[in-house]
């Protein structure tokens, strides 16, 4: 091959053939691998309990209803006899279903708190 250097001189060079493709050792992969920033298995599962126990306060706020519908109902039962002794049977049969009806919703919500942390 002929070569003109900067002076306009004219030789014989030497070429020199490169190849186009590096050796597979050098090679260097096209593709990048990415990962994704998550929470660890563990900071879920602490997350997942402490609303556990939330969602369960919650719930058992119910049963603090309950023993002040059993009062009420109770308190209205002692009223109802002195304003009317006669009444006696039937104040203590309406006064029996009352705390029955208050009792069972304190029971549903504590039903569901333990439902909230046992099995969910």
Do not use: W
């Not at 306009?8 to 186009?20: E, K, N």
């Not at 009444?87 to 029971?107: D, I, P």
Request: hydrophobic residues 50%.
């Amino acid at each position: 091959a002929v070569v003109s250097t900067q002076s306009g001189h004219y030789g014989r060079g030497v070429s020199v053939a490169r190849p186009l493709i590096q050796p597979l050792a050098s090679v260097q992969p096209v593709f990048a691998v990415r990962t994704f920033q998550t929470t660890p298995k563990v900071l879920d599962e602490s997350f997942e309990q402490a609303a556990k126990f939330i969602g369960a306060g919650c719930a058992t706020v119910g049963v603090a209803g309950s023993g002040a519908g059993i009062g009420t109902v109770f308190g209205s039962l002692v009223e109802g006899y002195a304003r009317n002794p006669s009444l006696k049977t039937q104040l203590f049969s309406y006064c029996v279903l009352g705390f029955a009806l208050s009792e069972a919703m304190g029971l549903f919500c504590l039903m569901i708190a333990f439902m909230i942390l046992f099995a969910l």
